[in-house]
């Protein structure tokens, strides 16, 4: 079997790196993209615990992540109580509180619980040193060039026309054609498959600050329980998380990654809903005008600090009509959308994909492959990348509202936690045995989505008060989430047990309400 990759980002060589070694020996691997990305921006420095459980168990890089990057303990929420008023820095705070409880534990790791549940990567190291792998592995060829054409032969093998550096061309013949090309998008674009939404497009700026004052994340009022202390279990520092500050239509992140400096560079950036956000953010310049407007927490950040460099997309969403063909080609990541960054799950999907085709390949070497399963396939990971993006595209419109950007959180973490990870941790999205619990996440009723009823309550209300939010860090995170079971029936009691905290939180947060009103009135 011939596989021809197309593309060397970080998602190219990954994949590179599982079809080697999830693959007979025979099968022929070559990458073919350029040698540098030139200045093509890189997003996506968080990884959850979908990725980090496929670069640990699938690639063995646990040791690696330990020893060149930061450790990533949750994700942390900030909703601003007041965003008209600067003055104001009352935060209701929102973060896990404790982990799956089955994480093995990490030989080296000397910091607090067995191991980190995921971990906060610098994408220029993690990027490079993945490309060195690849080179390193035997079995894999690179041929530096960019993909210019493509004759499509289901049963001949394809036919992929090369440039190289010099101007000179070649061709390359492969029974399989994984195109990564990232925003290039070259089979997509190909055959007409890309699709640019009009509404709900999204901007986005970011940038990196160095020699910051990590104490001025603290300085705000935050409501809500605090991570468990030292000594008591789950343990550890909110600095090392993804923090969140949420505004009107638009939202800020801010990740600690690991410089090659020794030192600890803060990414910050702000992705936007630009018919919803008024504002244009190309400069730093633009971002600390606009941001200290709502949280000036943030901009006294970047100000200690040192910017290092900018970076931005404008109305970058797309998405391609399909992504796995039985003519023997796939469309792996960007190459296939471009999604919001709100939840970390850019590199989450790309792995999930990473197994589906693997599992494709294989069947295909065996000669057990049908259009079928191909076309489930496709279905399958369309599933997950719609369902979340058109959630995140609807809160937009709310995420100025600190009681409804709570709400939204703890219900879609609930059924990341209770549904979708149990089920990528026990190959419900490309084991054929096990795909039609999948097929929950195409169900009819939107696995995200806050109950309308719970969106009706909050018209009942004016002002925000401390005394609506109900906290769920402990109780949002599934103890079992991890755990690889041998029946389906243990997965779907995951999902009932999640369904049901779900509709206890819904009666909660409608019952806090009504005790509210009383205390008004």
């Known amino acids: 079997m011939r596989l021809a990759i197309l593309g060397n980002g970080v998602l190219a060589n990954l994949a590179a790196l599982y079809l080697r070694k999830s693959t007979p020996a025979d099968t022929e691997i070559t990458i073919v993209g350029p040698a540098e990305r030139g200045k093509l921006p890189r997003v996506g420095e968080s990884l959850i615990e979908i990725s980090t459980r496929f670069l640990e168990e699938q690639l063995g890089l646990g040791q690696y992540l330990r020893k060149n990057h930061n450790p990533k303990f949750a994700l942390t929420y900030y909703f601003k109580l007041d965003l008209d008023d600067p003055e104001d820095r009352t935060y209701s705070i929102h973060c896990n509180e404790r982990a799956p409880d089955n994480h093995p534990s990490l030989d080296g790791w000397e910091g607090p619980m067995a ?77 007409g498959l890309v699709e640019k939404p009009k509404t709900g497009q999204r901007n986005c700026f970011w940038f990196h600050v160095k020699d910051f004052d990590p104490e001025l994340l603290t300085a705000l009022d935050a409501l809500g329980p605090q991570p468990p202390a030292e000594g008591e279990d789950y ?21 600690p990654v690991k410089g090659e400096d020794g030192k600890d560079h803060m990414s910050v950036g702000l992705t936007s809903r630009p018919d919803i956000y008024p504002h244009e ?53 960007d190459a296939a959308y471009a999604l919001d960054p709100l939840f970390s799950n850019g590199l989450a999907f790309g792995t999930i994909q990473i197994e589906q085709i693997g599992e494709m390949i294989r069947r295909d070497c065996a000669g057990e492959l049908t259009d079928k399963l191909i076309s489930d396939m496709d279905k399958a990971v ?55 619990l999948w097929r929950i996440m195409q169900s009819s009723a939107p696995p995200f989505e806050v109950p309308p009823q719970l969106i009706e309550a909050r018209k ?62």
Not at 170 to 190: M, P, Q, S, Y
Not at 309 to 332: E, H, V
């Open 115 to 191: 191991r980190p549940p995921a971990w906060l990567i610098n994408r220029e190291v993690f990027d490079r040193d993945m490309k060195q792998l690849v080179t390193d592995e035997p079995g894999i060829e690179r041929i530096e060039g960019v993909a210019k054409d493509i004759e499509v032969d289901r049963e001949g093998g394809h036919t992929v026309t090369i440039a190289e550096p010099d101007g000179e061309k070649r061709t390359l013949e492969a029974d399989w054609v994984i195109d990564v090309t990232g925003r290039a998008r070259f089979l997509a674009k190909r055959f």
């Open 235 to 255: 343990h550890y520092d909110r600095y090392f998380t993804t923090h969140h500050f949420m505004g009107r239509g638009n939202w800020i992140w801010l990740i």
């Open 281 to 333: 953010v190309r400069s730093i310049e633009q971002f600390l005008e606009h941001v200290s407007t709502e949280h000036p927490v943030v901009a006294d950040l970047v100000r200690s600090g040192t910017v290092e460099d900018t970076s931005i997309l404008g109305n970058y969403r797309y998405f391609a009509k399909q992504a796995y063909s039985p003519d023997r080609w796939c469309i792996l990541g």
């Open 382 to 436: 369309w599933a997950p990348v719609i369902a979340s993006q058109n959630t995140i595209t609807e809160w937009y419109s709310s995420m100025d509202d600190p009681y409804l950007s709570a709400l939204r959180l703890n219900w879609i973490e609930i059924a990341y936690f209770y549904m979708l990870l149990p089920m990528v941790v026990n190959r419900c999205h490309y084991d054929p045995k096990r795909m039609g």
């Open 460 to 521: 009942h209300f004016d002002r925000v008060t401390p005394d609506h939010f109900i906290y769920r860090g402990k109780e949002k995170v599934n103890l079992r989430a991890l755990e690889e079971v041998d029946n389906l029936g243990a997965i779907r009691s995951q999902i009932v047990e999640g369904s049901q905290l779900r509709q206890r939180y819904a009666e909660d947060s409608l019952a806090q309400l009504e005790q509210a009103a009383q205390a008004v009135a």
